[in-house]
Structures are given as structure tokens and as C-alpha cells.
């Protein structure tokens, strides 16, 4: 079987601070947007990290 894996890299950004905290390992068949709770250090809480356009 060949290794055909696309994987792209996706940016989360809190939706509070506009802050690039995370960055994650996108599939090809991941579809519409990421959106992830996660901690956010400028914050200093859990917040919803979205993917964010390069
Ligand atoms: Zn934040």
C-alpha cells in the first residue's frame, strides 16, 4: 500500500485573544473547520480555539 497521507499543519486560535496557542496535524478528510477547547496562556483559561487561516 503506498503512503499517500496528505497532512497539513492547522493553526488554533483563541477566539478571546486572537492568540495562535496550538498547532495541529490536519487530515485530508477533516472537513469544515477545527474547533477545539483548549487552555490559552494569554487568558489563562479554557477557551475555544478555532483553526485559523494562514
Ligand atoms: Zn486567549
Known amino acids: 500500500m503506498a503512503k499517500k497521507k496528505k497532512q497539513t499543519m492547522a493553526k488554533m486560535q483563541c477566539e478571546s485573544c486572537k492568540e495562535v496557542n496550538y498547532f495541529t496535524h490536519k487530515t485530508k478528510n477533516v472537513e469544515g473547520k477545527l474547533s477545539l477547547k483548549k ?7 479554557h477557551t475555544t480555539h478555532k483553526e485559523a487561516k494562514k
Do not use: P
Open 39 to 45: 487552555h490559552c496562556s494569554t487568558c489563562r483559561k
